[in-house]
Every structure is written in C-alpha cells, then in structure tokens.
C-alpha cells in the first residue's frame, strides 16, 4: 500500500521549470531513494513534499489524502518528518533543547520522555553531549541530531535529504546503519542521496532524477547492475 503518492508533479522557480511532471509512489515499510546529480531536482521535490515550496501542478497524496497545499507545519503531526539538507540544526540551542523542539507538536510529557530515551539509546552521543550547543557538535553528530529530532516526532515517513553529505566515511558508515535501523523499526524512508552506491544498496526501489525528469526507476539491486545508472552514478 502506497503511503506516499506523488503524481504529475510540477514545481517553477519564477520562470524556471524545476520538476517537470514527475510521479512515483512509496510504499508502506520500503526504503525509497532518489539519486541524481546536482541540480537534478531531488531537493527541491522533498521541500514540495513538505510543504516548503508550493506545487504548480499535480498532486501529492499521503497516506490516501490529498497534501499538496497542506502547510509544512501541519505535517509533522501527520506523521511526516523531513531532515533537511545540511542538517540545520538550531547551533545556539542545547542537543536536549534540539530533540524536545522535533516533539512539539506532541503534548504527552510522558510519551516524549519515553521517546527520548530511545534517541539517547539509539545515539549515546546525542545523550553524552545533550547539554553541549548544537553547534559546537562534528558534522556526523549534527546529522544524527538531525535525525534524532525528527525522529520525536514518531513519524510513519521520514524524508532525508543527502544525509551522508561532507561526512568522513567511518561517520557515512554509522549514518547508513542508523537508516537501516529507523526502518527496521518501522518507519518508511524516502532518501536523497548524492552517494548513489550506498543508497542503492539499503533500498527497495530507486528514481533516477534528471533535470527535473524521472528517467529511470526500478529495483534498487537491479539498477546498480544498470550500466546507464553504474557509468552515471557508480565509477569511482
């Protein structure tokens, strides 16, 4: 059962045509990614899915409702979690203060304390370093932040975008075990990534994104055996 549908998706710059008529869907329980080179559009798709930038056409449907002009804000607490490009994280906030704001749409105390303590047992770093500035953390353990707060959120789709970017492999390693566990626990993961070789090897279906064009799509293991998709995306 598709949780996420995007259909027909336009999205404009001023006079430039960004997305040009994409569609694909995402499956309840799949690790999803989208890979393409700079420029290709994979961005600015997860920041239309999220409300961030306004569609021009088509229609996003979530969870079998229509979302396309539902405002960011109101997602989070349909199950919706986006860990942006580049982490942004809040520097001048505590990593503590970070996590609680990725809980704000949730009002049990209890619960959030109880999802907490599961961040901090997924991310023992997070939790040695909960009283430290956000901004005084490595780029590693700003993104397992980043995934840390959208995670107190409990979401049923977590979006990320390029989590491995300016990582020291050891760290790129960590981050894509991290994935893996997030969705074997249960959460559906749409992933972004420039590194085409890890992301075709935790995921269930792939979208090549070209210039705004999905120009390929398939299972992830079969598309790593792809020569348009190894000569593109996989030569070292």
Excluded: C
């Excluded at 960004?18 to 569609?23: E, L």
């Excluded at 989590?163 to 050891?170: E, N, R």
């Excluded at 566990?181 to 972004?192: A, D, M, Q």
């Amino acid at each position: 059962m598709a949780i996420l549908e995007v259909r027909d998706l336009e999205v404009y710059y001023g006079v430039i045509q960004a997305i040009k008529g994409i569609s694909f869907e995402v499956n309840q329980g799949e690790i999803i990614a989208l890979i393409g080179a700079n420029g290709a559009g994979k961005t600015t798709t997860l920041q239309t899915i999220t409300g961030l930038i306004p569609a021009k056409a088509g229609r996003i449907i979530y969870n079998g409702t229509d979302i396309t002009k539902t405002p960011g804000y109101k997602l989070v607490s349909m199950g919706i979690a986006h860990v942006p490009e580049g982490r942004r994280v809040f520097a001048e906030m505590t990593v503590l203060q970070n996590l609680r704001m990725g809980a704000y749409t949730r009002r049990d105390k209890a619960e959030v304390d109880e999802t907490l303590k599961s961040i901090y047992q997924r991310f023992p770093r997070l939790e040695e370093r909960r009283n430290q500035p956000a901004g005084t953390l490595s780029g590693g353990e700003q993104q397992m932040l980043a995934m840390g707060r959208a995670l107190m959120s409990r979401p049923k789709l977590m979006l990320m975008d390029e989590p491995s970017m300016g990582l020291s492999p050891i760290y790129v390693n960590e981050i894509f075990d991290i994935i893996k566990e997030i969705h074997k626990s249960g959460t559906t993961v749409l992933l972004v990534e420039q590194n085409a070789k890890k992301a075709l090897s935790i995921a269930d279906k792939a979208y090549v994104l070209e210039t705004g064009r999905i120009v390929l799509s398939g299972d992830a293991r079969e598309m790593m055996d792809n020569e348009q998709v190894r000569k593109a995306y996989l030569s070292e």
